[in-house]
């Protein structure tokens, strides 16, 4: 076991994915990232895959790049909120969606050594 917890799908960058959630069977808390138990009641939760479309409820830019950055600052951060109840933050694609526009995760790198996921506006997906 690593030390790395596995938030998204694996897949090509830029490709959409999915998100490693998990939801309580008894009080139906969703959790991301996937927890193996309920944090409210302690029960063995079950996996569910968070696929989109998300709504975009927030937004806002980073004006810093981090260290060996492939993107050029200002960049895009974002809270999208799912249809199963849970809100995540994430990057965002570029071009940037709105608030209140339609997102889906995809694979992303932002960094050399950094593959994580974004959310890019649905109607941009190809
Ligand atoms: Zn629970």
Not at 20 to 31: E, F, K, L, T
Not at 69 to 88: H, K, N, Q, T, W
Not at 95 to 104: I, L, T
């Amino acid at each position: 076991m690593t030390a790395e917890t596995l938030v998204y799908k694996a897949g090509s960058i830029g490709q959409p994915t999915q998100l490693a959630a998990s939801r309580c069977p008894h009080c139906a808390r969703v959790q991301f990232p996937s927890t193996a138990s309920c944090p409210a009641c302690s029960l063995p939760s079950d996996d569910l895959w968070l696929a989109g479309p998300a709504k975009l409820v927030f937004a806002t830019k980073i004006l810093a790049e981090p260290p060996d950055s492939l993107v050029a600052a200002p960049y895009g951060v974002g809270v999208a909120e799912f249809p199963e109840g849970i809100r995540v933050i994430g990057l965002l694609d570029d071009p940037p969606p709105a608030v209140g526009d339609a997102v889906v995760p995809v694979v992303h790198q932002p960094a050399v050594n950094l593959v994580t996921f974004a959310f890019r506006r649905e109607a941009d997906q190809i």
